[in-house]
């Protein structure tokens, strides 16, 4: 079946600019989470939706970013005022806690920030 | 706080010359433990995940195994197609929230 899809897979702006970045996981899964991975750094936690609720921003890194669900289905990710230390893979991933604990990935979206 | 370490950073391996990667954590109320492998430019793709001590899991040439505060992924004969950058990974202890907390990753090269 079709695993998590992200779109767009490489986002190249300057800085200042707002850039939204697109999540469709995969059909039925209740849960979708936002990573971010930069260079040197792990995977790091961001957001957790439950449905279209988001019970958990505490990885979001400042008030310039902010993340919305709708219909338990699609999420974005929006990067306002973009600076250089934004610059990072943003991925997301899908499960269905909490019997089916596993996170799925999507491919990841490449901001770089200019 | 959790917290997740892997080691080595950096693994190079002739092809079949078997080793093991270690992943050690702490973490209250262990919720499972995720092994993920990650090839250059794709998001993390799932191998296994282990719930109690004493389990292991198999997947070609790949057996994880599990301890009280760690867990090893044991790669046999491995092949150049094995190499990528394995991450672990353990999800938060409270309520519905699984969010993962990872570690850093050891990046193995095979070479042929």
């Known amino acids: 079946g079709a695993g998590v899809s992200q779109s767009p897979s490489n986002k190249v702006t300057e800085k200042g600019k707002d850039v939204e970045l697109r999540c469709d996981p995969i059909?039925?899964?209740?849960?979708l989470y936002w990573y971010r991975q930069s260079l040197g750094q792990g995977l790091e936690f961001l957001i957790y939706?439950?449905?279209?609720?988001?019970?958990?921003k505490s990885g979001l890194p400042s008030d310039r970013f902010s993340a919305e669900r709708t219909g338990g289905s699609v999420s974005t990710l929006t990067i306002q005022r973009t600076q250089q230390e934004d610059s990072a893979v943003y991925l997301c991933?899908?499960?269905?806690?909490?019997?089916?604990?596993?996170?799925?990935f999507g491919p990841g979206t490449r901001l770089t920030v200019l | 706080e959790d917290q997740v370490t892997q080691s080595p950073e950096a693994l190079r391996l002739q092809e079949g010359e078997s080793s093991s990667l270690n992943c050690s954590y702490t973490?209250?109320?262990?919720?499972?433990l995720f092994w993920y492998r990650q090839d250059p430019g794709k998001g993390p793709e799932f191998l296994f995940t282990?719930?109690?001590a004493g389990e292991e899991k198999e997947k070609e040439r790949l057996k994880a195994t599990l301890t009280k505060k760690e867990s090893f992924l044991h790669i046999t004969a491995p092949k150049p197609e094995d190499s990528a950058t394995y991450l672990c990974?353990?999800?938060?202890?409270?309520?519905?929230?699984?969010?993962?907390?990872f570690g850093k990753g050891t990046l193995l090269t095979v070479n042929p």
């Open positions: 991933a899908s499960g269905s806690p909490p019997g089916g604990d596993t996170q799925y």
């Open positions: 059909s039925g899964h209740t849960a």
């Open positions: 939706f439950q449905g279209n609720s988001a019970p958990d």
């Open positions: 973490v209250s109320g262990l919720r499972g």
């Open positions: 282990l719930y109690s």
């Open positions: 990974a353990v999800p938060y202890s409270g309520g519905s929230n699984y969010k993962l907390t």
